[in-house]
């Protein structure tokens, strides 16, 4: 890269919601040295996260781009749950591999018109946008992959592999779990974590006006669950834990934070596609914030199980916690873990994947076996709820794994060097791409 030029990084971006990668790209742009690097964002909808980009020098472009969904694991567990007719989703899949062909051209115009020159390098945020990354590379523009899923198995995720493996420059992963599928390639793969900004998340916080407001007593144990709240993310099966767990200590309450998975209303007029997607068994998303309550309703947890839907002042409530929950059957990485972590709060979670590399067992939180079992997790939850010298202690482990690990700074330099490493040595420099299956 030449001096004083800087090079331009074209961000594309699945949705603009307060979701993980959405605020992983916050936090890495807000690190982002502007003296050498200029970021444009491409986002297919225009959500809260487009204001907050845009205040970081980001310009930011809306335009809709084609989604290749049913790749990774939580996805197709929950395709599964919904119909596990396998005939029907394989049918949906090949709809979507048609509407990907159908979506390539606008894409690669798109592109060609952003890039704007030369100096580019494209950052594919998510292992969905398959058209957008494949469009930057028959462009010849060198593709950073991020990989923050763990993709899943079968046809249709092996396909995805082989597009990934042809298009990228590099693949960053976001745990070595998820870079497992593509190492052994020719393509480089870097383990590069998440992180967090830590001056949002403050670990002596007291979290006496947050229990006020929600009407907790000072004194109550206080468990909490942070996260989407479809089954593979463990919401159920903590609710299965709450009997157990009050059967030891009857006055602790749960706080289950979380519930963006709104049912998509239906049009008023019924169309080809939605009538289409409804005959192959998805035509609307289940509201399983209003199920959480319902189930919870029937065992008669509504005094002790309190549901807060989405919150924006997660430390806050953090504060709150004794203990986080955090029971998914399957994760990547798992943002909602490290900021529990660094606030220095002890987490129940499961020996999975991406957990692997975030939990040290019984040093900086506790881990139960595959699959989440509800009397494992009431175990664990209960040793911590009468432990104060215990939960303190993974307490402080959590807070310095964070600082040593997973700070923002740290994470953007990782970052930026792979971005002057692919921009090559001067402006216009594009890096040769290897073909890779």
């Known amino acids: 890269m030449s001096q004083g ?18 605020f992983s790209l916050d936090v890495l742009l807000a690190h982002l040295d502007a003296g050498r690097f200029r970021s444009l964002v491409w986002a297919s909808n225009d959500g809260p996260m487009v204001r907050r980009w845009e205040e970081r020098r980001a310009r930011v472009v809306v335009r809709r781009m084609h989604l290749f969904e049913g790749l990774d694991t939580h996805f197709v567990l929950g395709a599964i749950e919904r119909d596990p007719a396998r005939w029907r989703r394989w049918s949906l899949q090949t709809l979507t591999a048609a509407r990907a062909a159908a979506a390539l051209p606008g894409e690669i115009l798109l592109l060609r018109r952003l890039r704007n020159g030369s100096g580019v390098v494209v950052h594919v945020n998510s292992i969905v946008m398959l058209t957008a990354g494949l469009s930057a590379r028959l462009l010849g523009l060198p593709v950073v992959w991020h990989v923050r899923e763990i993709l899943a198995q079968g046809f249709w995720a092996r396909l995805a592999r082989r597009i990934i493996l042809h298009s990228a420059s590099l693949i960053v992963a976001v745990s070595e779990a998820a870079a497992e599928p593509f190492q052994g390639a020719d393509i480089p793969v870097r383990v590069v974590h998440n992180a967090l900004d830590l001056r949002g998340f403050d670990p002596t916080i007291d979290g006496a006006s947050a229990r006020h407001e929600l009407g907790l007593p000072l004194d109550a144990p206080v468990v909490g669950f942070i996260g989407k709240l479809f089954p593979s993310k463990g919401a159920p099966d903590l609710l299965r834990a709450v009997p157990l767990v009050l059967g030891e200590i009857p006055y602790a309450h749960f706080l289950i934070v979380g519930g963006d998975d709104r049912p998509v209303p239906l049009p008023a007029q019924p169309t080809w596609k939605g009538g289409l997607r409804r005959w192959l068994g998805f035509g609307q998303a289940i509201d399983h914030l209003r199920l959480l309550r319902s189930e919870a309703d029937r065992q008669g947890l509504g005094g002790r199980v309190h549901f807060l839907g989405s919150r924006r002042d997660v430390p806050r409530l953090l504060s709150a916690m004794d203990v986080v929950a955090l029971p998914s059957h399957t994760e990547a990485f798992g943002r909602t873990v490290i900021e529990a972590l660094a606030m220095a709060r ?49 307490g402080r482990a959590a807070r310095a794994s964070v600082v ?34």
């Open 5 to 22: 030029v800087p090079l331009t990084v074209i961000y594309v971006q699945n949705g603009s919601s307060t979701g993980g990668a959405g």
């Open 346 to 394: 002890p987490v129940v979670s499961v020996a999975v994947e991406g957990i692997l590399d975030l939990i040290r067992h019984d040093e900086n939180g506790i881990l139960i076996p595959p699959p989440p079992r509800a009397e494992d997790l009431a175990v664990a939850i209960v040793s911590l709820l009468r432990d104060r010298s215990h939960r303190e202690a993974l």
């Open 404 to 437: 040593d690990r997973f700070s923002a700074e740290r994470h953007a330099e990782a970052i930026m060097a792979i971005y002057e490493e692919l921009g090559g040595g001067h402006i216009g420099r594009q890096v040769q791409m290897p073909r890779a299956y």
